[in-house]
């Protein structure tokens, strides 16, 4: 006789979580019956009156309007639950259970004429508060962050720092207002970051690296990997934490140190050379054979150019030192090439190229710095060139 091995199954107790997709099955069904109970009450109603029509069109009829009634009340019922979905969702989240939707936005424009946004904003509120009895464990926790070399930095909704490690790229100034000590290539303010997403998101998170809090050659310089963690309703509303990554970073800041000092002593000597070439140029032209003049005009074309790029590696270190200033005017194209036209003319002959500029006369003037604009236009043409 055979014995089964089979264990019983175990029905799995419904969670949190489970509510909202078993009530709303259930409120499915209840409204499907209900039509149903609705419709055979109306067939049982014309049978008791002895209504003579025929079978067909009754049952069209019927039938028609039990797919219209249960298509509009699904809809209504859909709607009015909205409000329920979000309640739950966020009951279950609170609980520290996995939620397969996004969060409610307390922002949202209904919810708050309602009075419903209030509601959310409880429950996320009640979820990270922290009770006097935790006090304690607090001050244990600030005093163990500020041991870490990660900088933190806690946000309310309004923006205030609530805590700061020592490690926080952040300063206080004479009027008692901090200010965030980084630096962002591309003018980010976390501030308007922040207040930005708080209007549509619930959740967000941002990283930035490569963030430095002072300009190159400052000292105490440091290079952060930033993370902004935000989610709406916390006690912490947003988390901002500097990884301090300057041992991985400051070496490429040296070696960028070291390139734009040569580059600046390089400078002089190539200015001098490029004086004596044009000099002896002039002096030596009727002396000259015609292949000894293009030697000249390829020494000048060289120097020109090597005086080019020692520039553009200037302009880059002052570029990641903020030191780059542009001095805008207006102007046109066309006048920034005459600038340049005579030297690049010169660079074609030497290459044994024709160079032919068509700039339009009507273009309309612009805000521009000269020199930086030369240097862009010089650039493209010497590429064109080789």
């Known amino acids: 006789m055979a014995v089964s091995d089979a264990k019983p199954i175990v029905k799995r107790t419904p969670e949190m979580r489970d509510f909202w997709r078993i009530h709303r099955n259930k409120v499915a069904i209840i409204s499907v019956l209900v039509q149903l109970l609705v419709a055979l009450s109306v067939i049982a109603i014309m049978i008791i009156l002895q209504v003579r029509l025929d079978v067909f069109l009754i049952a069209t009829i019927v039938i028609s309007l039990l797919i219209i009634s249960t298509a509009t009340n699904f809809a209504v019922l859909s709607f009015a639950m909205i409000p329920l979905r979000d309640l739950s969702t966020a009951l279950v989240n609170a609980a520290g259970q996995k939620i397969d939707q996004k969060l409610p936005n307390p922002s949202n424009k209904e919810y708050k004429a309602t009075g419903f946004s209030d509601m959310l904003l409880s429950i996320y509120k009640e979820h990270t508060e922290t009770s006097p009895d935790k006090a304690s464990a607090t001050d244990e926790l600030a005093s163990a962050l500020n041991l870490t070399s990660t900088g933190i930095i806690i946000l309310d909704k309004n923006n205030g720092v609530i805590f700061a490690n020592r490690a926080a ?121 015609p292949d000894q003049k293009e030697l000249f005009q390829r020494l000048i074309v060289s120097g020109n150019r090597l005086s080019g790029y020692i520039n553009n590696i200037l302009n880059t270190s002052r570029y990641d030192r903020r030191h780059l200033k542009l001095q805008l005017h207006e102007d046109s194209l066309a006048t920034i090439y005459e600038t340049i036209r005579d030297d690049m003319e010169l660079r074609a002959r030497s290459q044994h190229r024709s160079l032919s500029v068509d700039i339009p006369s009507d273009l309309p003037t612009v805000a521009a710095d000269r020199s930086s604009i030369s240097e862009v236009l010089s650039n493209l043409i010497d590429n064109a060139i080789k």
Not at 237 to 265: G, K, N, R, V
């Open 169 to 289: 790229p952040i300063s206080l100034d004479a009027k008692g207002a901090y200010h965030f000590d980084l630096l962002f290539d591309d003018g980010t303010d976390l501030i308007e970051w922040l207040n930005q997403h708080r209007t549509d998101n619930v959740r967000a998170r941002k990283i930035w690296l490569r963030v430095p809090n002072k300009v190159i050659g400052q000292e105490d310089r440091r290079i952060f990997n930033i993370t902004v963690d935000f989610e709406q309703g916390n006690a912490a509303d947003a988390i901002i934490t500097a990884y301090d990554e300057t041992e991985i970073y400051q070496p490429e800041d040296d070696d960028l140190d070291f390139i734009s000092f040569a580059a600046h002593e390089l400078r002089g000597p190539i200015t001098v050379i490029r004086g004596y070439l044009d000099v002896l140029a002039l002096e030596l032209d009727s002396k000259l054979e």
